[in-house]
DNA sequence: TACAAAAATGATTGCGCTACCATTTGTTGG
DNA sequence: CCAACAAATGGTAGCGCAATCATTTTTGTA
């Protein structure tokens, strides 16, 4: 299985010159044909006669021939890239998102280009530039608060924008994403339901989870309460800072029946500790978490949580991007996946 | 901060044609330069006058020009792009890894084109064609089994190539990972030495995770003991396949002390399964997992594993990657970044 | 068989940028 | 004050491909 160093690949160019990239036109007198009809052969092979494309395909075996994508898409101005910005990956939230949209692109013939924004919006629009440098066919974008600057360059790139995992009825382009404060305030009658009262947050420093809370706090007001006391946590939220938030807030001394967790990270944190400190869950305090990661149902007691077809959001806006792209009318710009509360058994 | 629909975008070209790109020429007239001094400013401003960097950057502001990377790329033969391939997201092992080469390569000015090979080599191929058509100046591999067809696309491609998670002394070109092998022969020396004798494996279908039981099984039988029985799971592993794992272990009849499982996601629904049977772990069942993800350390008991820094292999990926593209000497082709057992309490 | 229409193939040009070499401008010392 | 050189700037060409239009070949029909 070993490669001799003596014996030159059998698919390597004639030429001497040492490994000149074989082009088209190389596959072209290989086949002997112009390279424009190699190119449709390869590209639109409906318009060439079947046995002309048996023949390049021949020649593309034989040389070796790999396509020159930044010549091809500085011609035709379709890269076949679409980019997405994610602020982290730690964060398991967006990791489905990210595989679907990568699964669903790559069925189309379509790449990803990655980029991890760290949650800072400053930063993101030196990143779109970065981005629209290349000249994506599309952009999917987490959540819906830009800069003004990013906006407006990617207004002015004129490509299809997506944005995820959030809701306005304003998106830059188009939007798959869900309601977080239909949520919060989803929570909020869950668990006023359910008898608590005394509702204390370990909380993710995050602009979304942050509308969650307002919708929870809106309802809650309603019925006559609010949240004690919370402990707000760093993005990405983990285990560890789990257990450090109920830690912190049962050191403040006041106590609570219910602990809501913005993601079930903090919340099967959250349990930990309460394990490790003899508290019994929910008999002592309920806990309730969001996102329903793989582990929520799992945990024992499995966790309460909310459901996010994560996958989903990244199919979708592949499908919107790509109906845009390829010029097929668009049912809706706005998709909301919706959210739902999945009861188990710490509330 | 609104910007009024009525005032045309300030920045906007003069020209009557709907919205035509700012090219480099664009900004060569706005400044009075030719657009090759342009071009050395922004790539190469220590050759180009102070004074005309500034007049430059102005021009730039001005027109809101953007580089195009694919014109760029095409004549400098110079992408800033790696392309990174990995079998899956899911599977969070692999997430820290990309996050590291992310932000190493984002720092550089690189940016990242993520493939999602699904764990199947066959596809590979097909892959790593479409991955170099896009000129990449490198690309990162996971894993060291790759089709001959692979190896072959990539060596004649002549670009770096690094490949991680795991360790071979004959790379393709550059390597960061560590030894399967000799982990399986660490847990089964811990587990052996701790009097653990009745071995059960819930295991992945992974051909590194069969590196790592050959590893263990050689040391066992050393020790003049084996392997009882074992349940293989599908990728990617998940929490509910560790728990149908134990059960179809114990459903088998045969008892065990404990249950190695190829990681921790597996270990943990191992353990849930455990629990949910009133099963004392470690007291009746010892589990063992592998990884130490983030969970790990905080679920209750906390889960015994081996650490990789996972993070480190993604950051060293880049940097083996960097010195390369950027001609610096590379110290060692072969980056073993080792492991470490982390003893908790499940064994 | 002839002729129009359709299908298939080819030639030219330019996408936006940088490598390469040529030219101009600025600087130094005799 | 002017060589002689370095620093800064510019002109030309071409990277590899596809859009566009032109030409050739094939097909169907009177």
Redesign the pocket.
């Known amino acids: 299985m070993q490669h001799p160093p003596s014996a030159a690949a059998p698919t390597a160019e004639t030429a001497s010159s040492p490994s000149?990239?074989v082009?088209?036109?190389d596959v072209?007198r290989v086949a002997?044909?112009?390279?424009?009809?190699?190119?449709?052969?390869?590209?639109?092979p409906?318009?060439?006669?079947?046995?002309?494309?048996a023949r390049v395909r021949e020649a593309v075996e034989l040389t070796g021939?790999i396509?020159?994508?930044?010549?091809?898409g500085?011609?035709?101005?379709?890269s076949r890239l679409v980019a997405a910005i994610v602020p982290q990956l730690f964060n398991a939230m967006f990791v489905e998102t990210v595989q679907g949209l990568g699964d669903q692109l790559a069925a189309h013939g379509y790449q990803l280009l990655l980029s991890l924004s760290g949650y800072s919006p400053l930063h993101e629009g030196e990143l779109v530039s970065a981005i629209l440098s290349r000249k994506p066919d599309g952009i999917v974008l987490t959540g819906i608060n830009h800069a003004a600057e990013t906006r407006k360059r990617l207004l002015s790139a004129n490509i299809p924008v997506v944005e995820t995992w959030d809701l306005t009825p304003t998106p830059i382009d188009m939007l798959v994403g869900f309601s977080h404060q239909k949520i919060g305030e989803t929570i909020a009658r869950h668990l006023y339901g359910k008898g608590y009262r005394r509702f204390g947050l370990v909380w993710a420093d995050d602009e979304r989870a942050a509308v969650r809370r307002s919708g929870l706090e809106a309802i809650l007001n309603e019925f006559g309460t609010s949240v004690i006391a919370d402990y707000i946590v760093p993005t990405p939220a983990t285990l560890a800072l789990g257990r450090q938030g109920l830690q912190g807030l049962l050191e403040s001394g006041t106590s609570f029946d219910v602990i809501v967790c913005s993601s079930d990270a903090l919340a099967q944190g959250v349990m930990t500790e309460a394990q490790v400190r003899g508290i019994d869950v929910p008999g002592e305090l309920a806990i309730m978490g969001f996102g329903d990661l793989d582990f929520a149902a799992h945990t024992v007691p499995p966790i309460s949580s909310v459901h996010i077809d994560k996958r989903a959001i990244g199919i979708q806006a592949a499908n919107a991007l790509l109906a845009r792209i390829e010029g097929r009318p668009l049912q809706k710009k706005i998709i909301d996946v919706g959210f739902e509360l999945v009861e188990r058994q710490t509330t």
């Open positions: 000149r990239s082009t088209l036109k072209a002997g044909l112009s390279p424009i009809t190699v190119s449709r052969a390869l590209n639109t409906q318009l060439v006669r079947p046995a002309t494309v021939y396509p020159n994508l930044l010549a091809g500085l011609a035709s101005k379709r």
